[in-house]
């Protein structure tokens, strides 16, 4: 059974929280533990795949990823669901090495956004 668990940037602080997330009317927040509360910008939310990249860092939904496949740095890619495939691209490949680089709301130039 994997952990189902989030992240998202507080509102009040530019500071990403891991934890599980509550909403209540108009506000959401990440409850980290049972004393420790932030609100967050739900834009930024997104779920852990289960996953670590190659330096044990948890992927997220939302990570951009520089892939691996034989020994050559090949890709930069967005993680993100696909209904399609009822899981998180883009790990669809064997034999494939991630490393996390970055976010697409932190550094979307990585992508080629601004």
């Given at each position: 059974?994997?952990?189902?668990?989030?992240?998202a940037?507080?509102?009040?602080?530019?500071?990403?929280?891991?934890?599980?997330?509550c909403?209540?009317r108009?506000?959401?927040?990440?409850?980290?533990?049972p004393?420790r509360?932030?609100?967050?910008?739900?834009?930024?939310?997104?779920?852990?795949?289960?996953?670590?990249?190659?330096?044990?860092v948890?992927?997220?939904?939302?990570?951009?990823v520089?892939?691996?496949?034989?020994?050559n740095?090949?890709t930069?890619?967005?993680?993100?669901?696909?209904n399609?495939?009822?899981?998180?691209?883009?790990?669809?490949?064997?034999?494939?090495?991630?490393?996390v680089?970055?976010?697409?709301?932190?550094?979307?130039?990585l992508l080629?956004?601004?």
């Open positions: 059974m994997r952990e189902i668990l989030f992240r940037k507080r509102s009040d602080a530019n500071e990403w929280v891991e934890g599980c997330i909403r209540d108009s506000w959401m927040m990440v409850s980290h533990n004393r509360n932030y609100h967050i910008n739900p834009e930024t939310v997104g779920q852990y795949t289960g996953l670590t990249d190659k330096n044990g948890r992927i997220f939904e939302g990570d951009i520089k892939t691996n496949k034989g020994g740095w090949s930069i890619r967005e993680v993100r669901w696909v399609a495939l009822c899981g998180f691209s883009p790990f669809y490949a064997i034999n494939t090495e991630y490393e680089i970055g976010n697409i709301h932190d550094t979307p130039e080629g956004r601004e």
